[in-house]
């Protein structure tokens, strides 16, 4: 069975800092990954995904993954985090009709 | 653009009430899905369906039903709503080419939280 693993259930980093979510995963054949975010209040939007080839991918707003087959991770990157980044990072596995969710991390940005 | 519409953003249902959650999506997309979002456990996979009269079991289907007349729309039944149903619902809809030649394989509604006491 597919799952997904986000070690960290909330971080808090300061606006212009860098940042890191972590992302493990857990399937039987090659994945496709994905990332969402969810602002407070609203649904999950799409921020990247990879199916296959280049396995440093960009996304909106910024943000690029990278895909690890060795390390069965996915974790996403962003070099300078807004204030507006504050929300919650949801990692996510997928096959035929379903997707698979971590159960999130919460980005606080202190100014 | 894709828009998933969930008929409530608020309800409040009191114990042994049938609910009905409601959602219309208006891209022609055969899947729709219904997740629920709680704090600390993420989203988990009620039901989903990939056509119209067609559904299947997710991860958490029991005191959940479903209904799937017609293509836009995909119901969520609570037969006897519970307390421990409070949650936050999400629907969600995807085009059967699904991850590959979509820009995305999950649209998502903004949500339906749902009190039940």
């Known amino acids: 069975a597919q799952s997904v693993t986000q070690p960290d259930i909330h971080i808090t980093v300061s606006e212009g800092a860098s940042l890191e979510l972590r992302c493990n995963y857990s399937y039987g054949a090659t994945p496709y990954l994905f990332w969402y975010v969810q602002s407070p209040g609203q649904g999950l939007q799409l921020l990247l995904k990879?199916?296959?080839?280049?396995?440093l991918v960009q996304g909106i707003k910024g943000f690029e993954a990278e895909f690890k087959r060795s390390q069965s991770s996915f974790n996403l990157r962003k070099p300078s985090v807004h204030w507006s980044d504050a929300a919650e990072y949801f990692c996510a596995v997928g096959s035929n009709y379903k997707l698979t969710f971590g159960k999130g991390t919460l980005l606080t940005v202190n100014p | 653009d894709v828009k998933v519409t969930q008929s409530s953003r608020y309800l409040v249902k009191r114990t042994g009430e049938k609910v009905f959650l409601e959602c219309v999506q208006d891209?022609?997309?055969?899947?729709m899905f219904w997740y629920r979002q709680d704090p600390g456990l993420g989203l988990r996979l009620i039901y989903f369906?990939?056509?119209?009269?067609?559904?299947e079991k997710g991860d958490i289907p029991e005191g959940y039903s479903v209904s799937r007349e017609k293509k836009e729309r995909f119901s969520l039944i609570l037969e006897s709503a519970s307390t421990n149903q409070t949650s936050m619902y999400l629907c969600?809809?995807?085009?059967?080419?699904?991850?590959?030649?979509?820009?995305?394989?999950?649209?998502f509604g903004n949500g339906t939280r749902l009190t039940v006491t």
């Open positions: 990879y199916f296959s080839g280049d396995t």
């Open positions: 369906s990939y056509d119209v009269k067609m559904k």
């Open positions: 969600a809809s995807s085009s059967r080419a699904g991850w590959v030649f979509d820009n995305s394989p999950l649209h």
């Open positions: 891209m022609d997309h055969e899947n």
